[in-house]
């Protein structure tokens, strides 16, 4: 991993919780408009610090929009992805496909 600065984006985010266990949502969306968002619960700091570099240090690949925040309430750990061109193309009765 290279030498990533924290940023005033997420001290920002960590002022308003300062107090572990973090939630954190992580959202992406690809050029083909696959998306996926997670939500991970840290139990300390420092793992949420490494969480947080990681996720900076793979903006350099991103193909679309991507964000990480950190939730106020506590919400159940997992993923969920959706494809949008093939909810569009099913939506269109695969005569057509609006997104």
């Not at 030498?3 to 984006?9: E, G, P, R, S, V």
């Not at 919780?17 to 083909?32: A, G, L, N």
């Not at 139990?43 to 996720?55: R, T």
């Amino acid at each position: 991993m290279k030498n990533i600065k924290l940023d005033q984006f997420f001290f920002d985010q960590l002022s308003n919780h300062p107090m572990p266990p973090y939630t954190v949502q992580t959202f992406s969306r690809d050029c083909d408009m696959c998306e996926v968002t997670r939500i991970t619960v840290y139990k300390s700091y420092i793992s949420l610090v490494k969480a947080y570099m990681i996720w900076v240090e793979g903006l350099e690949w991103a193909e679309g929009t991507e964000s990480f925040e950190i939730l106020e309430h506590s919400e159940p750990e997992g993923s969920h992805t959706r494809d949008r061109v093939m909810e569009a193309y099913e939506n269109g009765n695969g005569s057509s496909i609006y997104v």
